[in-house]
């Protein structure tokens, strides 16, 4: 089995002996260990995880202050 090794730029597999990734490019000299690649990967998951989770959140505040906005009018509608 040939020796392999990720790309620290695009991920893609490639060939150890490689010195540029034939995908992207960047040029393998200082190639990440897998774990660190991994970790890395996951780290830019969660990250855009989160910014996903907080947009969402977002939205849900605004809907809940219309929601509230529209319960007012009706309230001070029916109290009068």
């Known amino acids: 089995m040939e020796d392999i ?9 490639i060939e150890a002996s490689y010195n540029y990734c034939p995908f992207c490019g960047t040029q393998m000299r200082d190639s990440l260990p ?6 890395r990967s996951l780290q830019a ?22 929601l509230e ?6 309230l001070s509608v029916k109290s009068s």
């Open 69 to 74: 906005n529209d319960l007012n009018v009706f």
């Open 5 to 13: 090794q990720f790309c620290s730029f695009c991920g893609k597999i």
């Open 45 to 66: 998951v969660e990250k855009v995880r989160m910014v996903d989770e907080m947009r969402r959140l977002e939205k849900m505040e605004i809907l809940l202050q219309e």
């Open 34 to 39: 897998f774990e660190l690649m991994v970790d």
